[in-house]
């Protein structure tokens, strides 16, 4: 059983950053795709970001946030700068232990963490 710990939330201005880390269990890690989605009250799951292979980014956050990770700490990371009012949501980390390329597809992820609020104010 994979387990995702998701930490750094919290609240931050507009035009701050955040850097929110995803733990990972596992003994393959550094074989997953590991994925960024955020939810707000009501509204679907939205891809953010994902690292396997390479990284892929949402049109949303591109050129404002960089996902990372540390293989030798099963850990991955969000960089998150310029942050805006509409960026305020639950952030959850997703793992895929296949590895798979479809990145933004919800159904490829097998594992989610119980997600972090990021609150941006103006």
């Known amino acids: 059983q994979v387990q995702l710990v998701e930490s750094g939330g919290g609240l931050v201005q507009a035009g701050g950053s955040l850097r929110l880390a995803c733990a990972v269990s596992?003994?393959?890690?550094?074989?997953?795709?590991v994925a960024w989605f955020r939810q707000a009250p009501g509204k679907e799951r939205e891809f953010v970001a994902a690292?396997?292979?390479?990284?892929y980014y949402s049109d949303s956050v591109k050129g404002r946030v960089t996902i990372s990770r540390d293989n030798a700490k099963n850990t991955v990371y969000l960089q998150m700068n310029s942050l805006n009012r509409e960026d305020t949501d639950v952030y959850y980390c997703?793992?895929?232990?296949?590895?798979?390329?479809?990145?933004?597809?919800?159904?490829?992820?097998?594992?989610w963490g119980q997600g972090t609020q990021v609150t941006v104010s103006s």
């Open positions: 997703a793992a895929d232990p296949r590895g798979s390329t479809f990145y933004t597809y919800i159904p490829s992820y097998d594992f």
């Open positions: 596992g003994r393959t890690f550094d074989r997953y795709t």
């Open positions: 690292i396997g292979w390479t990284t």
